[in-house]
């Protein structure tokens, strides 16, 4: 079997706007997490919201929350996701409620411009420890006073034990996950193999680690951000209610700068 190692702008595009459709129930907890998202910022038609949301992926979120009235900037590493992102804007008559950029999340080009800034999907934890604290400062940065950062979060200790092997179908081919949750660094460890509809099989060396942090060890590093205030809710709930972390399978962390 023809082996190709591919880089993550190509995987991106793959399994963000390719596979991530196929997800079953992916639809539903999409418009649940935007409903919490719009009652945690506040958000109506008639106010002038500024989101920024990094790590934007393909956009979903962006524009939903667009269509609820925010003016949105998306910023993401993969090109290939902004320009998807860019003439989904197009199609979907949101181009000026909603624009996007190819960017770091640990240096966005941002300053006290925002009203509050979106980092969804279970992105955070994705960098290196240095990579994540930089990610969380720069949200401060481009907040204005008193802006909001919201955190879409697996419950972190379901996700401790969710070590596993799955395989998925899309575009003709299968998709296939090895997981392991590594208990001395708290880090989530994925390969992704892809073997498509010409029998090609497609892998990615470097692979996902996803840092799982506590709750105390979150608020620590939002604390050490210039964050003040953190609550935790069920993001699937709303009206929002302070989280029970045993029973909740995602949370929305709220924290106020």
């Not at 934890?125 to 909001?148: H, I, S, T, V």
């Not at 401790?160 to 392991?180: A, C, K, N, P, Y």
Request: aromatic share 10%; charged share 20%.
């Amino acid at each position: 079997m023809k082996t190709i190692e591919r880089p993550w702008d190509w995987w991106a595009y793959r399994l963000r706007v390719r596979h991530r459709p196929t997800v079953p129930g992916i639809q539903a907890q999409d418009i649940k997490l935007i409903a919490a998202l719009a009652e945690a910022m506040d958000l109506h038609p008639d106010t002038d919201t500024r989101v920024l949301d990094m790590a934007c992926g393909s956009a979903v979120h962006a524009l939903l929350l667009a269509r609820r009235g925010a003016h949105v900037v998306g910023l993401d590493i993969a090109p290939s996701l902004m320009a998807y992102a860019t003439e989904q804007a197009r199609l979907q008559g949101l181009s000026d409620q909603a624009r996007f950029i190819v960017g770091d999340m640990r240096r966005p080009p941002f300053q006290a411009a925002f009203d509050a800034v979106t980092i969804l999907g279970t992105t955070f934890g994705l960098l290196d420890e240095a990579g994540n604290r930089a990610a969380l400062a720069g949200a401060a940065r481009a907040l204005k006073p008193g802006g909001r950062l919201l955190l879409d979060l697996e419950n972190p200790w379901l996700m401790m034990w969710q070590s596993r092997r799955t395989w998925s179908e899309f575009d003709g081919g299968v998709f296939l996950i090895e997981s392991v949750f590594d208990f001395d660094t708290s880090t989530y460890h994925g390969q992704f193999r892809y073997i498509d509809a010409e029998g090609v099989m497609n892998t990615w060396p470097e692979g996902e680690a996803l840092r799982i942090y506590t709750m105390p060890e979150l608020r620590e590093r939002l604390t050490d951000a210039g964050f003040s205030q953190v609550t935790t809710y069920d993001s699937s709930e709303v009206p929002l209610q302070p989280c029970d972390a045993g029973y909740a399978n995602r949370l929305l962390v709220v924290a106020t700068l």
